[in-house]
């Protein structure tokens, strides 16, 4: 279902004309700090989880957000004095945003990304604030969230925020490029790309010693994006991740699942330097893998993975595994294929993907479900043998593992 929860995201009109063009409706505010605060939104993503997918009342809250300890529900963000945020006062709005502290001075969760926005200024939080002001109040109660004991205790946050949290916002190092800079502050701050591909301890909160370096996710895995060459980025051109981000597909890979999301809300609406900042910044970012071996073409799950791959696969993806430039991904050269934790790759095949249309590229072209028609060993098989052709090599994908992801994504939605 979380396919089409997202392409009815992406078909509500309203939604995407309330972030493209809100700014047109300012009235009497200050015009530029709510044009600046509405690009902040969008580089933020605060859509995404305060708007339920395919609704045509952006901001006004009640999308269930999963987190390792239950669902939370997401609350409205339309200025509505009573159900929304429009009675906090700037000070209350800046303490939620950036230091993850409610109205009532107990603490949010951090399902709510302030790890990560606390980087932006008081300044740029306030320009976002003004651009929330300018949207139509709308009237909705969000109920309370559904965390179960001991998580629904707000006060063990505080435990939480003496661990994992550092308040401040991006501090530049003078060492670096602005443009490296900017980057940083984009990743680390509004786009909080860690709140997804850092690995996660068992309270949720960021391995920070492998930043970036890949993380399992609702029934996902947000692949490594440092600039690895085996699991990242190393064989990526910095144009490769400006086209990937603006568009959603580039000549490697495409975007689907909550990337597809994070492109059609946020990263396709980022101007071409910020996007190349992004590329500059995860591109220096250095790899450390060391991968195993490649596996023998001739162990028996590679021969059978090579026929299942020759007969169901090639037609779209290339007997050679390159596909086709922003139609088909190259699984010869994909790192995602690659990626030590195979979550992503299984469900794609049991389940099928759809990438992301954009203004960029309108066209979304889909990959189609084998999960009743190959069982788990024959996915096994075929997800082992791209995992080793080509000159990549990557650990084998066991029966096991296809079958603990079908267990997993069965009671899921898309
Ligand atoms: C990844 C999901 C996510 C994103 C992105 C997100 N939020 Fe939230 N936000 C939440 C959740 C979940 C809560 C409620 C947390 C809780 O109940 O403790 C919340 C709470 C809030 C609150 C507190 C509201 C209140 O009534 O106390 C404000 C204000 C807020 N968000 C604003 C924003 C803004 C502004 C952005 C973008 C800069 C944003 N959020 C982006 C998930 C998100
Ligand atoms: C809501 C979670 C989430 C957020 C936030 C997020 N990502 Fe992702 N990302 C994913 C998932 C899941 C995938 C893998 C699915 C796919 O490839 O379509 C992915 C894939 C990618 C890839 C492709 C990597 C590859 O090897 O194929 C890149 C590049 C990327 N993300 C960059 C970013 C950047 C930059 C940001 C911040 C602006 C970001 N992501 C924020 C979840 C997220
Ligand atoms: C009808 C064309 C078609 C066929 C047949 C097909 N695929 Fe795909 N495949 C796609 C498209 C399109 C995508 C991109 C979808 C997305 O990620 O949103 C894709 C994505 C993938 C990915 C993710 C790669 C990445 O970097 O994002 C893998 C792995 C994959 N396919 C493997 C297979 C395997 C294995 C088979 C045969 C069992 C197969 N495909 C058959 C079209 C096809």
């Given at each position: 279902?979380?396919?089409?929860?997202?392409?009815?995201?992406?078909?509500?009109?309203?939604?995407?004309?309330?972030?493209?063009?809100?700014?047109?409706?300012?009235?009497?505010?200050?015009?530029?700090?709510?044009?600046?605060?509405?690009?902040?939104?969008?580089?933020?993503?605060?859509?995404?989880?305060?708007?339920?997918?395919?609704?045509?009342?952006?901001?006004?809250?009640?999308?269930s957000?999963?987190?390792?300890?239950g669902?939370?529900?997401?609350?409205?963000?339309?200025?509505?004095?009573?159900?929304?945020?429009?009675?906090?006062?700037?000070?209350?709005?800046?303490?939620?945003?950036?230091k993850?502290?409610?109205?009532?001075?107990?603490?949010?969760?951090?399902?709510?990304?302030?790890?990560?926005?606390?980087?932006?200024?008081?300044?740029?939080?306030?320009?976002?604030?003004?651009?929330?002001?300018?949207?139509?109040?709308?009237?909705?109660?969000?109920?309370?969230?559904?965390?179960?004991?001991?998580?629904?205790?707000?006060?063990?946050?505080?435990?939480?925020?003496?661990?994992?949290?550092?308040?401040?916002?991006?501090?530049?190092?003078?060492?670096?490029?602005?443009?490296?800079?900017?980057?940083?502050?984009?990743?680390?701050?509004?786009?909080?790309?860690?709140?997804?591909?850092?690995?996660?301890?068992?309270?949720?909160?960021?391995?920070?010693?492998?930043?970036?370096?890949?993380?399992?996710?609702?029934?996902?895995?947000?692949?490594d994006?440092?600039?690895?060459?085996?699991?990242?980025?190393?064989?990526?051109?910095?144009?490769d991740?400006?086209?990937?981000?603006?568009?959603?597909?580039?000549?490697?890979?495409?975007?689907?699942?909550?990337?597809?999301?994070?492109?059609?809300?946020?990263?396709?609406?980022?101007?071409?330097?910020?996007l190349?900042?992004?590329?500059?910044y995860?591109?220096?970012?250095?790899?450390?893998?060391?991968?195993?071996?490649?596996?023998?073409?001739?162990?028996p799950?590679?021969?059978?993975?090579?026929?299942?791959?020759?007969?169901?696969?090639?037609?779209?993806?290339?007997?050679?595994?390159?596909?086709?430039?922003?139609?088909?991904?190259?699984?010869?050269d994909?790192?995602?294929?690659?990626?030590?934790?195979?979550?992503?790759?299984?469900?794609?095949?049991?389940?099928?993907?759809?990438?992301?249309?954009?203004?960029?590229?309108?066209?979304?072209?889909?990959?189609?479900?084998?999960?009743?028609?190959?069982?788990?060993?024959?996915?096994?098989?075929?997800l082992?043998?791209?995992?080793?052709?080509?000159?990549?090599?990557?650990?084998?994908?066991?029966?096991?593992?296809?079958?603990?992801?079908?267990?997993?994504?069965?009671?899921?939605?898309?």
């Amino acid at each position: 279902m979380r396919k089409r929860l997202l392409l009815a995201l992406v078909a509500s009109s309203g939604l995407l004309n309330a972030i493209a063009s809100s700014a047109a409706i300012a009235g009497p505010q200050d015009f530029p700090q709510v044009e600046r605060g509405r690009y902040l939104a969008v580089l933020s993503d605060c859509a995404s989880c305060h708007t339920v997918p395919g609704s045509n009342q952006p901001f006004a809250g009640g999308r269930s957000i999963e987190t390792p300890f239950g669902n939370l529900v997401a609350p409205n963000i339309t200025p509505d004095l009573e159900t929304g945020i429009g009675s906090l006062s700037d000070e209350q709005f800046e303490a939620a945003v950036r230091k993850g502290i409610r109205r009532d001075g107990s603490r949010l969760y951090p399902a709510m990304p302030y790890n990560a926005y606390t980087k932006m200024s008081r300044d740029d939080v306030l320009a976002i604030r003004a651009y929330l002001n300018t949207l139509t109040p709308v009237r909705n109660a969000v109920v309370a969230n559904t965390l179960p004991f001991p998580f629904n205790i707000r006060t063990a946050m505080r435990a939480w925020d003496a661990l994992y949290f550092t308040e401040g916002e991006y501090r530049p190092d003078p060492r670096q490029s602005a443009e490296w800079n900017r980057g940083a502050f984009l990743v680390n701050g509004p786009g909080h790309c860690t709140a997804c591909h850092t690995p996660k301890t068992f309270l949720g909160g960021d391995k920070t010693d492998q930043y970036l370096r890949g993380s399992y996710l609702q029934g996902w895995f947000a692949p490594d994006i440092t600039n690895d060459a085996r699991l990242g980025l190393g064989r990526w051109s910095k144009e490769d991740v400006v086209a990937y981000l603006r568009s959603g597909h580039n000549r490697i890979t495409a975007a689907t699942g909550p990337m597809g999301e994070v492109v059609t809300l946020s990263t396709s609406y980022m101007t071409d330097p910020d996007l190349k900042a992004i590329a500059a910044y995860l591109k220096s970012l250095p790899g450390k893998s060391e991968g195993p071996g490649q596996l023998n073409g001739n162990e028996p799950p590679m021969v059978a993975g090579a026929a299942i791959f020759r007969d169901q696969c090639s037609a779209c993806h290339g007997l050679d595994g390159k596909g086709v430039a922003e139609l088909f991904p190259s699984v010869a050269d994909s790192s995602m294929v690659r990626s030590d934790d195979p979550t992503t790759l299984i469900r794609i095949i049991l389940r099928g993907a759809r990438s992301v249309a954009t203004d960029a590229q309108p066209t979304a072209p889909g990959m189609p479900s084998y999960g009743r028609q190959l069982d788990d060993a024959e996915i096994a098989a075929v997800l082992t043998y791209i995992r080793n052709s080509s000159s990549a090599a990557a650990g084998a994908v066991t029966a096991d593992q296809v079958s603990k992801v079908r267990q997993d994504t069965a009671t899921r939605p898309d």
